[in-house]
């Protein structure tokens, strides 16, 4: 009992917010609160602890009682300029006054101003939230796809988008609140509606690296320490990122790490087996949509709307499309997998030609996704309005409906997978770009 006891405190030290807003500090981030605002208790939870968040609705609009960087009057600009009001032991070189990152467009919310002392550790630690946002795997998996390793792109999706569902999950089934603010400055508010335990970017920003290192491990030849190293890096990066950005306590990040390790040794020994269930099972493109939009169903009844059931219905959309085309690629003789007498594989030597031939590629591949994703978004938001009756005037009003976002995103994602797994290598072979 005691043990337990101890763990149970231990974990609401970690989970205090005023050790975020001390790591903050010490990175040179510094919230424009007003004086009236106070830290209440010293900066400390609520006694009953970390809880049910109260979503308070304004127009179909999600937002967070309590939540921001200090004056509302504050003009809601993104972006960064030279602060006026500096403190007295700041320099002009010193001191900038910033806006929150990656205004939420479907929320409304765009934060408070806060001042960055510290420009490098502002730049390092925006880079590192990146290496775990959505957007970042949507750029990273193609690239990896069509210039260096199919097979390895394949699996890290389907981790990729099992990270997501089952960390989403769990944060709607526990309910914890983001970190209270003040203490906290928010330097970033994208995520602001979603709820906190885990952090989803601890998990992806962990999984897919060590996935990364273990599949191309011994299929690539580097070396053991080096490949192990970048996958740390890059997992230590995301992880402290988030609390510098103020979106999780150190609670949240280390608890999310650990699950994204408990959930890749799940999958890790499953992945070959997976992979060749989709490209040679008869049924699988049945079991495909059944269990991915079963799966979305499930994540969408858990809790109110928040950009967080877009973010799983995208990632599974995503998955089932380029569980699909891995399929089709397989039926009809596409595929581009290098046979195992060819391992381990090597980089071949950066030429000035390839180095055109891979950037035109992408570039290649990611217009063709992007025109594809616009088509999809621009027929899939109006059809599922005049479907269910709902007014198409307000876009952001009518994606806050489970029975149109959740279809949205898996239309539009699970074609953009599609695409790019399927199609878009085709039109490689056809412009004589493979």
């Given amino acids: 009992m005691a043990t337990v006891n101890k763990f149970v405190q231990m974990c609401n030290y970690l989970q205090d917010p005023c050790h975020v ?126 210039n260096i390793d199919a097979l390895v792109s394949r ?32 330097v970033e508010v994208f995520y602001n509606s979603e709820y906190s335990m885990p952090s989803t970017h601890a998990m992806t920003g962990t999984a897919i690296p060590f996935c990364l290192f273990m599949l191309t491990y011994g299929r690539w030849q580097y070396p053991f320490f080096f490949g192990f190293c970048v996958a740390l890096s890059w997992s230590v990066l995301v992880c402290v990122s988030r609390v510098y950005m103020g979106m999780h306590s150190v609670l949240e990040v280390i608890t999310g790490f650990l699950y994204s390790l408990l959930v890749l040794a799940f999958f890790q020994p499953l992945l070959e087996k997976i992979d060749t269930y989709y490209m040679m099972d008869h049924y699988v493109p049945l079991m495909i949509i059944v269990s991915h939009v079963s799966l979305g169903l499930v994540a969408f009844s858990l809790d109110s709307w928040s950009t967080s059931r877009g ?32 391992l381990p594989l090597a980089l071949p030597p950066l030429t000035t030609g390839l180095v055109l031939r891979l950037l035109l590629r992408f570039f290649v591949g990611v217009a063709v996704l992007l025109v594809t994703r616009m088509v999809m978004k621009a027929v899939t938001v109006p059809f599922l309005c005049r479907l269910f009756g709902l007014p198409s005037d307000d876009v952001r009003q009518a994606r806050q409906h489970m029975k149109v976002e959740l279809p949205y995103r898996y239309i539009v994602y699970g074609v953009v997978g599609f695409v790019c797994v399927c199609f878009v290598p085709v039109l490689f072979g056809t412009l004589n770009l493979a």
């Fill in 155 to 186: 699996r890290l999706i389907v981790v990729w988008a099992w990270n997501l569902f089952v960390g989403q999950s769990t944060k709607d089934m526990i309910r914890w609140s983001r970190p209270a603010s003040p203490p906290v400055v928010k």
């Fill in 311 to 342: 973010d799983t219905a995208q990632a599974l959309g995503t998955g089932a499309g380029a569980a699909l085309a891995t399929h089709v690629n397989y039926q009809l003789g596409l595929l581009q997998d290098p046979p195992l007498s060819s």
């Fill in 21 to 146: 807003a001390r790591f903050q500090r010490l990175c040179g981030v510094k919230g424009t609160f007003p004086e009236k605002r106070t830290e209440p208790d010293g900066g400390r939870l609520d006694p009953d602890g970390p809880g049910l968040r109260r979503r308070v609705q304004h127009g179909g609009q999600s937002s967070n009682e309590g939540v921001g960087n200090g004056d509302a009057a504050v003009p809601q600009v993104n972006g960064m300029q030279e602060d006026d009001s500096r403190p007295d032991d700041a320099s002009p070189a010193e001191s900038t006054r910033a806006k929150p990152l990656r205004r939420n467009s479907l929320t409304g919310d765009v934060g408070q101003e806060f001042l960055i002392h510290n420009k490098f550790l502002f730049y390092l630690f925006t880079f590192g939230t990146e290496l775990g946002n959505e957007m970042f795997f949507i750029v990273f998996f193609p690239f990896l796809f069509w």
